[in-house]
C-alpha cells in the first residue's frame, strides 16, 4: 500500500490531525464513512506497512536494520486493529507488546545516534508517544477505561478510528470524554481530489485523462456517480475495468466500461 499510496487532502488533514494529538499529548477521535481512507492514512502516518512486518518477524538484526530504527524513531506510533469482541487484558497485553517492540527499535536508533548510552532500559514503551486505535466501535467500556487510564498514566496520546457516530458514544463516558483534545471528521473525496486520484489511476492503465474529453466526462461521472467519492470502492473499482478492457480488447475508458466493471464488482461482494 506505501508505495501505491496517493496522497489527498484527506489525507493531509488527518496527518495534521494526528501530530496535533501526539504534540498535545491528548485523546483525539477520527470518524468517517466507511472505506473512504480513514485506516489507510493511519497507517501511512505510523508507517506501519514497514514497522509492523519488522516488529512482528523479529529475527536477527542486521546493519540495514538502521533505517527501520530510524523510521521507528521518527513516527514513534503503534497502529491496533482490536478483535470483535476483544477481551480487555488481551487487548492490553497486546498493545503493550508492540508498544515495548516499536520502543526497543526507538531506543536503538537513539544508541545509534549517541543520545543514549549504558545499559538499555527495561520501559523501553516509554519511547511510543501514539497509539492509534482502528475500529474503535469494538471496544467494550472496561477496555475503553483501561485505555483512559494508560493515557493518564504514561501521558499517552491516542486516536481512536470509528465510523460516524462515535463521538457522541463516548458522551457516555464523561472520564474519557473530558480527556478529548481533537475530533476529526474524515470525509469522501471531493470533486477535485477524484479527478485527482482518477488521473492516477488512468495513467497506471496506459491512458490519458482529460476531463473536457466528452467521452472522459462521461466516464467521470459514472465513476463519481458509483463510488460517492469512497476511496475503497474506488481502488477495487480499477482491477475490475482493467480486466474489463483487456476481455473486450478496448483501448477506451468509457461509462459502458465503468458499468460493466460496477456490475462485476457488486457480484463479486
Partial sequence: MAK???????????TEFATAVRKERTI??????????KTQSARRYAHWDTVEPF?????????????????????????????????????????????????????????????VTGARSGHTNKWVELLIIDEAERLAPTALELLRDEHDRYDLAII?????????????????????????????????????????????????????????AQAIAAIERITRGNFRLLERLFPQIARVLKINQLETITDDVIESAASILVIGN
Avoid at 501505491?4 to 484527506?10: G, L, Q, R
Wanted: aromatic fraction near 10%.
Fill in 55 to 115: 516488529i512482528t518477524e523479529w529475527g536477527p538484526r542486521t546493519e540495514d536494520d538502521a533505517k527501520l530504527y530510524a523510521t521507528a524513531n521518527r513516527c514513534r506510533t503503534v497502529f491496533y486493529t482490536p478483535e470483535v469482541l476483544p477481551r480487555p487484558k488481551i487487548l492490553m497485553h497486546e498493545i503493550a507488546h508492540l508498544q515495548t517492540k516499536l520502543g526497543i527499535c526507538i531506543d536503538e536508533h537513539q544508541r545509534n545516534i549517541g543520545k
Fill in 28 to 37: 483525539g477521535i477520527c470518524h468517517g464513512d466507511a472505506g473512504i481512507g
Fill in 4 to 14: 501505491d499510496f496517493i496522497i489527498t487532502k484527506e489525507h493531509r488533514r488527518f
Fill in 160 to 216: 481512536l478510528i470509528g465510523m460516524p457516530g462515535i463521538d457522541q458514544r463516548f458522551r457516555h463516558y464523561p472520564q474519557l470524554y473530558s480527556r478529548l483534545g481533537f475530533s476529526h471528521r474524515y470525509r469522501a473525496l471531493g470533486r477535485e481530489e477524484l479527478l485527482f486520484v482518477l488521473d492516477r489511476h488512468w495513467k497506471r492503465l496506459g491512458r490519458t485523462l482529460d476531463p473536457d474529453d466528452f467521452t472522459d
